[in-house]
């Protein structure tokens, strides 16, 4: 997607997490998410609604694995027209008291 064109609807996921917090978030990003892309891509209530729960994900892991698809989504862009080598990419910043929760909710994802 272009920097300059405008965003639809169709393109939007919402993410409601635990305490009712909700994000939303480009498609391009959410399916760096296989859980969310294999959500959108079939025949379900998700895909028609672009609308996932996660209840037993707190909003800051949420909030911190939205970052971490938008940081995948931007290096893997580089990587694959080869604008950077694999050792150039840097290591995304997590911290300690966040990793083991960050990690679950990562995996669970398939992010």
């Known amino acids: ?3 300059n064109s405008e965003l639809r609807l169709d393109d939007i996921v919402k ?3 635990a305490e009712g917090q909700v994000f939303y978030l480009e498609k391009r990003y ?3 998410s296989h859980n969310i892309k294999a959500g959108l891509g079939c025949n ?4 028609i609604t672009k609308e ?10 949420m909030e911190k694995v939205i970052q971490y698809l938008h ?13 950077i080598k694999v050792s150039q990419v840097p ?3 997590l911290e300690p008291e966040m990793a083991l929760d960050v990690l679950v909710a990562a995996s669970y994802l398939q992010a």
Do not use: G
Request: glycine fraction near 0%; aromatic fraction near 16%; charged fraction near 35%.
């Open 91 to 93: 290591k995304f910043e």
């Open 71 to 83: 940081f995948k989504f931007k290096y893997q862009q580089l990587l694959d027209r080869k604008a």
């Open 1 to 3: 997607m272009e920097e």
């Open 15 to 17: 993410i409601t997490v």
């Open 52 to 61: 996932f729960m996660f209840s037993d994900i707190r909003p800051d892991i």
């Open 30 to 32: 959410a399916d760096m």
């Open 44 to 47: 379900s209530i998700e895909s």
